[in-house]
């Protein structure tokens, strides 16, 4: 049986690791060529050589999503190279400025988390360069390109619960969330009449190298699990899931919208 993606090209930014990771990897198993833009050139060669491992192709461009430069880079690279792009994942972001993907677990959290009052505006400028002005670059660098070849295409943007649920000592995180979310619906009724579709998703709490930290923290991990529904931490691959839908066919009529798989967070 053909794959739900068979024969199409599709950008991730952030695929080196957690969702994107995941996305690059269910996407290829569903017949997609992948390309991967991230800063990580060490933790890309195992998705690289997945990807490959399952009969696609697979190519890794070094880039910083926050550089205007790198975004158009990569989405030039992968029409030049792959002959199309049908598909982009946008989930390349941090959690916070200091935020380094993947690395050890640090000690505890400060009792009382930073606040607008007290950040650095520096803080919050890197996270919104990254989070949210990275995403509107990446998003038309490639759309600019799906609509000059005349074709369909589908733009997924990662947001986060904390587009809708304010985090203390996270403001520059959730604007920058809030933002993708007010982006995604922009950019839909902008170019829907094109046959470019643009939606995100909003996940929930999900166990990433980015979450590594909160879900040592026992105390932390059980106050959230207690306002979870489900009970439990979300999987890379359920986000993945959401996305192949986006991605996919199966959602040609779905444009500006954002799903949240957070297991019934939003049920009251
Ligand atoms: P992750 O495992 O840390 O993955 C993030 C990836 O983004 C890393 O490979 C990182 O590369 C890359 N990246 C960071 N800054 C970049 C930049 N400027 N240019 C290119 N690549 C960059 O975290 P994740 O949980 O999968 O996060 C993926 C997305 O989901 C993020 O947008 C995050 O905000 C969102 N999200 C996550 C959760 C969750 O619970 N995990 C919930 C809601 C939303 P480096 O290693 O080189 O930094």
Request: charged letters at 20%; proline letters at 4%; a negative charge.
């Amino acid at each position: 049986m053909a794959g739900r993606l068979e024969g199409r090209v599709a950008i991730i930014t952030g695929g080196a690791s957690g969702i994107g990771r995941a996305c690059a990897e269910t996407f290829a198993r569903e017949g997609a060529d992948i390309v991967i833009g991230d800063l990580d050139e060490v933790r890309v060669d195992e998705v690289l050589r997945a990807v490959a491992a399952m009969g696609r192709k697979a190519a890794f461009v070094r880039t910083d999503t926050s550089q205007e430069a790198d975004c158009e880079a990569l989405a030039e690279y992968a029409e030049r190279e792959f002959g199309r792009i049908d598909a982009l994942v946008a989930a390349a972001g941090i959690s916070h400025a200091l935020y380094v993907s993947g690395a050890p677990v640090a000690g505890d959290a400060p009792e009382t988390p930073p606040t607008i009052l007290t950040k650095p505006t520096e803080y919050w400028e890197k996270v919104l360069n990254v989070n949210l002005t990275g995403v509107m670059m990446t998003d038309r660098a490639v759309a600019r390109r799906m609509i000059a070849a005349g074709r369909a295409g589908s733009i997924v943007n990662i947001a986060s619960v904390a587009a809708k649920v304010p985090l203390a000592g996270a403001a520059e995180y959730c604007v920058s969330k809030a933002g993708v979310h007010m982006l995604t619906k922009v950019l839909a009724m902008e170019i829907g009449h094109t046959g470019v579709r643009v939606n995100a998703i909003g996940p929930g709490f999900i166990e990433t190298p980015m979450t590594a930290n909160m879900r040592a923290d026992e105390s932390r991990s059980q106050l959230l699990l207690s306002r979870i529904p489900s009970g439990r931490f979300g999987q890379a691959q359920e986000i993945a899931n959401t996305a192949l839908f986006l991605a996919s066919d199966e959602s040609s009529y779905f444009t500006g919208e954002i799903l949240f798989p957070s297991g019934g967070l939003f049920v009251s």
